[in-house]
Nanobody, 128 residues
């Protein structure tokens, strides 16, 4: 079993920065990719960013490219999302997810149904 816990959300103003963290707890050993998704009220859960098992490959949604940076520290079993130049349209609940056993990132990594485990989400609100 894999448990994910997000932290770092809150209320900020447009143009501010924020860093989200996702801590992974598991007794299993293996490789996995990790991703961030977000869901605004009344909308579907959208892909934000993905990172492969060793941090050597990343991919971003066009809406956040150049502003957000995904990273991971496997020694700490933690993934991060550094969000800069935040906009009101970034307001959403942010979820981290794990695709257990995935070594190579494919285009399907942008689909929520590719992921096996999810965190409970953390609210990010950006005021104008």
């Amino acid at each position: 079993q894999v448990q994910l816990v997000e932290s770092g959300g809150g209320l900020v103003q447009a143009g501010d920065s924020m860093r989200l963290s996702c801590s992974v707890s598991t007794h299993a050993y293996g490789y996995y990719s990790m991703a961030w998704f977000r869901q605004a009220p009344g909308k579907e859960r959208d892909f934000v960013a993905v990172i492969n098992w060793n941090g050597g490959y990343t991919d971003y949604a066009d809406s956040v490219k150049g502003r957000f940076t995904i990273s991971r520290d496997n020694a700490k079993s933690t993934m991060y999302l550094q969000m800069n130049s935040l906009k009101p349209e970034d307001t959403a609940v942010y979820y981290c997810a794990v695709n257990w056993g995935q070594l190579r990132i494919t285009p399907e990594a942008r689909r929520a149904d590719e992921y096996d485990y999810w965190g409970q989400g953390t609210q990010v609100t950006v005021s104008s």
